[in-house]
């Protein structure tokens, strides 16, 4: 197969499989099920993302390097780091969005639901709904932002007990 015939084999079955998962609702999932769901939850930063093909699919797998500025559940601390693995991205301009998955970009803030996975690479938890992004500003200085984010934070914390 030429490069050209699988660049076109790859677009048609990706083409195929939006139109699949994009007829399916999505349902939304409550803070305290999310919550309890989730094996870790973290608060952090996007260091980089890395982007490359997975073996077993024509999808784009992106990991996300995650730098934890306070963890909610879990044992890590600040200043950790964990891998943060999702479908879709960008490999030599080919870009792959995935309906319902959460995407990653560098330099982002995030409170993040994850299941575990192999040692320090995780899933986010309910596709998208298992990440809040916050604004982009230098050490999360925006007082709606932190408040935001400690509203977030005490009510996962009601909802574990």
Not at 10 to 39: K, R, Y
Not at 66 to 74: E, L, Q, S, Y
Request: proline share 2%; glycine share 10%.
């Amino acid at each position: 197969m030429t490069g050209k015939h699988h660049f076109i084999y790859t677009g048609l079955i990706t083409f195929i499989f939006f139109l699949l998962f994009s007829a399916t609702p999505v349902f939304g999932t409550n803070l305290e099920e999310l919550s309890n769901n989730a094996d870790v939850i973290l608060f952090g930063r996007v260091v980089k993302v890395e982007c490359r093909w997975a073996k077993s699919s024509m999808n784009i797998l992106s990991r996300a390097q995650f730098r934890v500025k306070i963890c909610v559940k879990g044992k890590y601390a600040a200043g950790d780091h964990v891998e943060i693995e999702t479908y879709g991205g960008v490999i030599r301009g080919m870009k792959q969005k995935i309906p319902n998955c959460a995407a990653f970009r560098p330099g982002e803030y995030a409170l993040v639901f994850l299941k575990g996975g192999q040692g320090d690479v995780f899933y986010v938890t309910n596709g998208k709904e298992g990440k809040i992004s916050f604004a982009r500003k230098k050490g999360m200085k925006s007082v709606a932002e932190r408040k935001k984010l400690n509203r977030i934070i005490r009510n996962i914390q009601l909802a574990l007990k």
